[in-house]
């Protein structure tokens, strides 16, 4: 790997780290020596790229370093290639079109000889059936996780029980055969998973949930984690 290469690389795992990282994982990733991080890491510093840290505690960029947002490598286009595909063939319209226009925007800023990584990427999915269709709002559900507001909705179960719960959405999770609301049920008083398509109508409350930013999703990630493997209440 080039020297210029390596250095944009290490900024560029410094910055989706939420810790600090230290030589050694960093030359791990890399794949160089922790002695060539640590000189990539000196001139780093002289050139006035904001890390903070030291040997064997470990690095952290200040969040406040920007770098121009498209400086990117071939496989970095062609991953959002990838990943654009797959958000494209979800059934979701509003995603699809999103992810069609931001490859729009990259293949228009990018340099002209970056521009077949979009037009003719290596790398491709194979088709695959949609997840069942749902008429529930995902918009409305996506933008309600945002704002941490409460949602009345009315289910039906897969044994054809119909019931209505206020619930507290945290994620809305996608996989190739089926969409998931993953929610906090006031009714059950503890987290659920619901299938969208088994979702007959929704409304988004005025009401929040009345915790810090945040919170709730870091509550179900713990609670996700204590679960026995392939356990998923619904």
């Known amino acids: 790997m080039r020297r210029a290469d390596r250095l944009f690389q290490i900024i560029q795992v410094l910055r989706r780290s939420s810790r600090p990282m230290t030589a050694a994982a960093l030359a791990e990733e890399i794949e160089t020596s922790r002695r060539t991080i640590y000189r990539d890491i000196t001139d780093l510093i002289g050139q006035r790229v904001p ?22 490598t071939p496989d970095e286009i062609e991953a959002i290639v990838l990943g654009s595909q797959w958000v494209a063939g979800l059934g979701d319209k509003t995603l699809a079109s999103a992810a069609k226009d931001v490859l729009g925007k990259i293949a ?28 529930i709002d995902t918009n409305a559900l996506r933008q309600a996780i945002r704002d941490d507001r409460k ?31 993953i929610a906090w049920c006031e009714l059950r008083e503890g987290f659920r998973h619901f ?7 929704i409304e988004v409350l005025a009401e929040g949930n009345g915790l810090r930013k945040g919170e709730l999703l870091r509550r179900w990630t713990r609670w996700r984690e204590a679960q026995p493997p392939y356990a998923m209440p619904k």
């Open 108 to 135: 228009a800023v990018i340099p002209e000889n970056l521009r077949p990584h979009i037009a003719r990427p290596s790398v491709g999915l194979r088709p695959f059936t949609p997840p069942p269709r749902d008429d």
């Open 151 to 181: 949602v009345r909705m009315h289910y039906c179960a897969e044994s054809g029980e119909e019931s209505t719960r206020i619930i507290w959405p945290v994620v809305l999770g996608y996989d190739a055969t089926l969409r998931m609301l």
């Open 51 to 72: 890390i903070t840290g030291e040997a064997g505690v470990g690095y952290v960029l200040d969040r406040s370093y920007d770098m121009p947002p498209l400086m990117l």
């Open 195 to 201: 299938r969208t398509d088994r979702i007959v109508s």
